[in-house]
């Protein structure tokens, strides 16, 4: 069982930088595969980006790719995601997931944090 926890979600505007943690209950996050997804008002949730069990490999959704990185800290049990030149489109919550196998689909997961908000003004 792992538990997710999301933050440093917010309010920026267009062309800013955020800076969104997630921190894994479990001692053993070195064993899933971590995936970002958002979610907008009446839309269906969408990968992001997602990052391999070292860190070595790294996968991104055509929307973020060249503005968002996605790492982790192994030894501190937290996943990050830097968002920036961020745009209004990208308004949504955003959520952490772990799974232990390699996926981009949401569907697949089987761990959720409870997500932050990230809202772009324009």
């Known amino acids: 069982q792992v538990q997710l926890v999301e933050s440093g979600g917010g309010l920026v505007q267009a062309g800013g930088s955020l800076r969104l943690s997630c921190a894994a209950s479990?001692?053993?996050?070195?064993?899933?595969?971590m995936g970002w997804f958002r979610q907008a008002p009446g839309k269906e949730r969408e990968f992001v980006a997602a990052?391999?069990?070292?860190?070595?490999?790294?996968y991104y959704a055509d929307s973020v790719k060249g503005r968002f990185t996605i790492s982790r800290d192994n030894a501190k049990n937290t996943v990050y995601l830097q968002m920036n030149s961020l745009k209004s489109e990208d308004t949504a919550v955003y959520y952490c997931?772990?799974?232990?196998?390699?996926?981009?689909?949401?569907?697949?997961?089987?761990?959720w944090g409870q997500g932050t908000q990230v809202t772009v003004s324009s």
């Open positions: 997931a772990a799974d232990t196998t390699i996926n981009t689909i949401a569907r697949r997961y089987d761990y």
């Open positions: 479990a001692r053993t996050l070195h064993r899933y595969f």
């Open positions: 990052i391999s069990w070292s860190g070595q490999s790294t």
